[in-house]
Antibody, heavy 124, light 111 residues
Framework: QVQLVQSGAEVKKPGASVKVSCKTS????????INWVRQAPGQGLEWMGW????????KYAQNLQGRVTLTTDTSTTTAYLELRSLRSDDTAVYYC?????????????????WGKGTTVTVSS | QSALTQPASVSGSPGQSITISCTGT?????????VSWYQHHPDKAPTLVIY???KRPSGVSDRFSGSKSGNTASLTISGLQAEDESDYFC???????????FGGGTRVTVL
């Protein structure tokens, strides 16, 4: 079955970087992209960015431009989120979610399979 | 504060119907028929229950239905069951640079 398995919880100091992985299985990696979404404590969900499984093209939320990089490794069908210059308000649960998409475009407009989330805590 | 507004909680007795609203703007819910709803049990992966406003994925109970009027989308759960007790959040495509916006989530309690 289709699975998105995320890496474990992280604790980081302000100013550090974190890299979260999303190991996919059970489907053709190149026919779907991955959305990254986060939820800070007591807040709603926030879209961070999307990366194509087809060619690695990516789109980013404006407020995170310059601090976030999305990548994929097609050999291991894994997607990665790297967030730099961490601040306390980056403390959140980070989710990856599959979305049917190609290069630079979505083919469908919903996320049909999600990971369980990775808790990232930023604290001095 | 979330881009889409949902009530914090909704409750109902077994067998009743409940409706969760999701209010956005003309730039998201009002402009696109791409509203989706997710059920989210704590510490589990969210699961898709409605997509494209009214469509139900294979395997999802027909007790779940979706609708939209103007800038407000709604999720209705009919014949409420104990297993429906969970958090639910809505999502809308927003185009442009926003791409995706979400609701703050609604806790459904079965009395």
């Amino acid at each position: 079955q289709v699975q998105l398995v995320q890496s474990g919880a992280e604790v980081k100091k302000p100013g550090a970087s974190v890299k979260v992985s999303c190991k996919t299985s059970g489907y053709a990696f190149k026919t779907f992209g991955i959305n990254w979404v986060r939820q800070a404590p007591g807040q709603g969900l926030e879209w961070m960015g999307w990366i194509s499984g087809y060619d690695g093209s990516a789109k980013y939320a404006q407020n995170l431009q310059g601090r976030v990089t999305l990548t994929t490794d097609t050999s291991t069908t894994t997607a990665y989120l790297e967030l730099r210059s961490l601040r306390s308000d980056d403390t959140a649960v980070y989710y990856c979610a599959r979305i049917y998409s190609g290069s630079y475009s979505y083919y469908q407009y919903y996320m049909d399979v999600w990971g369980k989330g990775t808790t990232v805590t930023v604290s001095s | 504060q979330s881009a889409l507004t949902q009530p914090a909680s909704v409750s109902g007795s077994p067998g009743q119907s409940i409706t969760i609203s999701c209010t956005g703007t003309s730039g998201d819910v009002g402009d696109y028929n791409y509203v989706s709803w997710y059920q989210h049990h704590p510490d589990k992966a969210p699961t898709l229950v409605i997509y494209d406003v009214t469509k139900r994925p294979s395997g999802v109970s027909d007790r779940f239905s979706g609708s939209k009027s103007g800038n407000t989308a709604s999720l209705t759960i009919s014949g409420l069951q104990a297993e429906d007790e969970s958090d639910y959040f809505c999502c809308s495509y927003a185009g442009g640079t926003s791409h995706w916006v979400f609701g703050g989530g609604t806790r459904v309690t079965v009395l």
